[in-house]
């Protein structure tokens, strides 16, 4: 009699903890946005107390650019550099000078107009992405030490970040 | 059994590497057909190899526009075939967009347009605007089996039929220098005879030197044949020597010599022996003959 009702507590038991399971959803969602670095940018140094990217002052500007597979759903926003990521101890404050222009486009009908459309907000420029394809970034950087102190010798280097949004 | 597997293996992968390197459709890109200008001849940009097949054509420029002005550019190739044309690509720059932008552009071709359909290329602007840095760029891809007979592995391929050799008497070929009709003059004979004396003594010397080349052979041929003769004769005196010392080895009998005292038998009758005059004399006339000849060297 014991026996059996062990056996009926038992099935109870396990039917009761069946019940409680756990079931996931995992999903992927596949980046409709890429960016990628066209054309690493390089400062020149055309007096003591300045560094920049003008090519006419030995400089490179950098290019990045946006690839885009969905119309209407991001924004690219592209910030100039306001400080050095890496450089020597700096003996004075540095004025900082920045913009971000279309270079290139995929899709004359369709991105013609980025340029004239682009909103900026301090070191930032925004871009409305309606169209799908390439887009070419191209950011100019202008470092200029106090007082037109000359820069300390050595290796500088800034950071201008490509950020993709979604709409 | 397993070097065998292995030959085998790599026998199979060479084949099949030989056979893909051949007859593999190949990808490939042009130069810049807008490098001359803003058109083109297709004869002059495309590779010559037939079954290309144009996939893809990039192209990229920058536009010089106001921005209050609306231009559209188009990128194409005419018909060659018809009338209009069998590719174009349009840009339409409008108004707000700015000048000294670059468009890049990768557009996809349908397939399996012949080749001889593609016409002359150009750029055309429509508008107040103008194009500068211009490149186009085809991609295509070659299938080497367009014609199935360029490769036996190709599909397609038809045995050819060996060609018929035609049998050709040589004697009957024409030959100037025998023509009567022909005249030549004196320097053209004079040459042409110098030029038979010149092929005779080549012949000549070649034949010479086929008739030493066999004498050195024979020479060679001769001198290994005597070396045998030699060894074979050695051979047989060794076996006669052999033989006759048998011989000579039998003639010779075991004898006991008893010992004891041996006496002479001979016994000399008279007590002395003169000399002989003749040699007294012939001794006498070496001796002066000798002494005149020592002297005759202090004469002069």
Not at chain 1, 43 to 62: E, F, H, I, Q, R
């Amino acid at each position: 009699m014991i026996k059996n009702i062990l056996l009926a507590s038992a099935f109870i038991f396990t039917s009761v903890t069946a019940f409680a399971v756990d079931v996931p959803i995992s999903g992927t969602v596949q980046s409709r946005c890429v960016i990628s670095v066209d054309t690493p940018g390089v400062y020149g140094n055309p007096n003591a107390y300045t560094l920049t990217t003008t090519p006419a002052d030995g400089g490179v500007k950098p290019i990045v650019r946006f690839d885009v597979t969905l119309a209407d759903a991001y924004y690219a926003q592209i910030t100039t550099p306001s400080s050095f990521s890496s450089s020597p101890s700096l003996n004075d404050s540095v004025t900082w000078t920045g913009s971000t222009s279309v270079s290139a486009i995929s899709d004359a009908t369709n991105m013609s107009a980025y340029e004239t459309n682009k909103t900026t907000f301090g070191d930032t420029t925004q871009y409305d992405l309606t169209a799908t394809g390439s887009t070419w970034f191209e950011s100019s950087s202008t470092a200029t030490n106090g007082g037109n102190r000359a820069f300390p010798g050595g290796s500088y280097t800034a950071v201008v970040e490509a950020v993709c949004v979604a709409q | 059994m397993l070097k065998k597997l292995l030959l085998t293996a790599v026998l199979v992968a060479y084949s099949s590497y030989s056979y893909s390197d051949d007859i593999t459709p190949y990808f490939g890109t042009t130069g810049n057909a807008a490098a001359g200008g803003h058109s083109w001849s297709m004869g002059t940009v495309l590779p010559t190899p037939p079954g290309l097949d144009i996939n893809t054509i990039i192209y990229d420029y920058t536009i010089q526009k106001d921005v209050n002005d609306s231009v559209n550019v188009h990128v194409q190739n005419e018909n060659a075939n018809g009338t209009g044309y069998i590719f174009r690509e349009t840009d339409e720059w409008k108004p707000g967009s700015l000048g000294g932008t670059e468009i890049r552009k990768v557009v996809p071709v349908i397939p399996n347009i012949p080749r001889s359909a593609w016409g002359d290329g150009s750029i055309e602007v429509e508008g107040n605007g103008t194009v500068e840095d211009a490149r186009v760029v085809y991609s295509y891809k070659v299938d080497p089996c367009y014609d199935p007979q360029f490769d036996p592995n190709c599909p397609g391929y038809v045995t050819p039929a060996p060609p018929e050799v035609e049998v050709f008497d040589v004697s009957t070929l024409y030959d100037a220098t025998k023509d009567e009709n022909v005249n030549l003059s004196n320097d053209e004979q004079i040459l042409l005879q110098e030029n038979e004396e010149v092929v005779e003594e080549e012949l000549d010397e070649d034949e010479e030197e086929e008739e030493k080349r066999k004498r050195e052979y024979r020479l060679a041929m001769l001198a290994d044949t005597n070396a045998s003769q030699l060894f074979a004769e050695n051979q047989r005196i060794e076996e006669m020597n052999r033989a006759m010392q048998v011989v000579v080895n039998n003639q010779y009998s075991n004898r006991s010599v008893p010992g004891g005292q041996y006496n002479d038998t001979i016994t000399l009758v008279d007590a002395e022996i003169t000399d002989s005059k003749s040699g007294l004399r012939n001794g006498l006339a070496q001796q002066l003959l000798h002494e005149k000849m020592i002297s005759m060297q202090y004469k002069n």
